[in-house]
């Protein structure tokens, strides 16, 4: 184990499993849809949970990449997420799935729950790796959430601190000494 964690709460096995219960559940979701639906990461945290999830699909999808930040180097959500880096497709009448590793204060998912359905997709879904319900400050849930998880501080599997940890193979809590004083 990484020498900055503490305790592992999610083992690969069990992720893997987590992301072929949401492979099943999109497949089953998607299966009407008239057009191949557009799968959209959101970087960068979601880009490992993204790869393994469409790869684990039945249905086709097609790709696209957007970058929203509103951490910085911190702990805490700004609150006002920041669209970063722009899509460079057209989501107007589209199926869109949007893909996040978590769902902390629902600020991050309501901006692009916003941002989508403004730009006139066909339909748009939420998917997320994690959920940390203890920490909602806007009543929004993803559509589907793989795991829910308590209020600790957690990296691995996509998720940073301070840019690091976000290609451990499982999500472990960091050690407190760790990030202590920043959140
Ligand atoms: C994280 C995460 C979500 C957002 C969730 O992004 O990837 O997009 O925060 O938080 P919220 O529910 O409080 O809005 P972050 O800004 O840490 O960037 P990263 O994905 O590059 O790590």
Redesign the pocket.
Known sequence: MNKDIEKICLRKKTIAAGVRRAAHWLDQQLCGCAKTPLFIA?????VIFFCDLVRAMKTPVQMSFMT????GSGTE?SGV?KITTDLSVDVAGRDVVLI??????????LALKTFFEQRGVTSFRTVTLLDKPSRRKIPINADYSCFKIGDEFIVGYGL?YNEMHRTLPYIGILKKDIHIGTK
């Open positions: 959101v970087l960068k945290g979601s929203v930040s509103s951490y959500s997420p996040e590793d978590i769902v902390d204060s629902g600020h991050t998912l940073d």
